[in-house]
């Protein structure tokens, strides 16, 4: 079964850009969440989604967005890129949406803002 | 809010020995669920060992084990017999029933040969 596949590995922006970072799940998982992580504030949860819809958010400005489509798959978005965007992103996906629910995370996308 | 906090910041430990990573968390809330993820080199989060709140038993895998002390807000990992694959991140980790992740800063292990 393969893993949880996130694309690209590596994205380098400038300040003002958009990017897209897409998420796909494990087979059959239907809710996956998104995670920044820097240097400087850990790991911090983005958002979840769980069929189509946002189930969760943390506490990050509307420039951070995302969507899930019907195969599961996700894409997280963020606009008017900051030098502090630089992070790694984590995706990680289970079955169902719930606190019991085990998360299996991808290999994360290195998004650095020149 | 909830916090989580691992006051180690790095540990060594000898092959072949026991070592224990702290954590504490601080939340009003009755039912949730605790983690530990380990992050290597490869970056990619990888689940070791969670523990129900409503659960008195400490969770255990193999050569992992957890001491959870629930009034005390305490949740340490207990690793046996170490290994030197067993070098990482390690992350506690926080989960309510909404299901928001809330995660330690990290206790980097090494695992000396």
């Known amino acids: 079964k393969a893993g949880v596949t996130q694309t690209p590995r590596y994205l380098i922006k400038t300040r003002g850009q958009q990017v897209t970072l897409s998420c796909s799940p494990i087979?059959?998982?239907?809710?996956v969440s998104w995670y920044q992580q820097t240097p400087g504030q850990g790991l911090q949860f983005l958002f979840e989604y769980f069929s189509e819809t946002q189930r969760n958010k943390g506490n990050f400005p509307g420039r951070f967005s995302g969507r899930q489509f019907s195969n599961s798959r996700s894409e997280m978005n963020v606009s008017t890129l900051e030098l502090g965007d630089s992070a790694l992103y984590l995706c990680a996906s289970s079955l169902e949406s719930g606190a019991n629910q085990p998360q299996h995370f991808g290999d994360g996308t290195r998004l650095s803002i020149l | 809010a909830q916090t989580v906090t691992q006051s180690q910041p790095e540990m060594s430990v000898q092959e072949a020995e026991t070592v224990t990573l702290s954590c504490t968390y601080d939340t009003s809330e009755s039912d949730y669920y605790l983690f530990w993820y380990k992050q290597p080199p490869s970056r990619q989060m990888i689940l070791v060992i969670r523990q129900e709140a409503y659960k008195q038993q400490n969770a255990t895998e193999n050569r992992f084990s957890v001491n959870f002390q629930k009034a005390a807000k305490s949740f340490s990992l207990k690793i046996s017999d170490s290994q030197l694959g067993d070098a990482a991140m390690y992350f506690c980790?926080?989960?309510?029933?909404?299901?928001?992740?809330?995660f330690g800063s990290g206790t980097k292990l090494n695992v000396k040969p």
């Open positions: 980790a926080y989960v309510n029933n909404f299901n928001k992740f809330y």
């Open positions: 087979s059959g998982h239907r809710s």
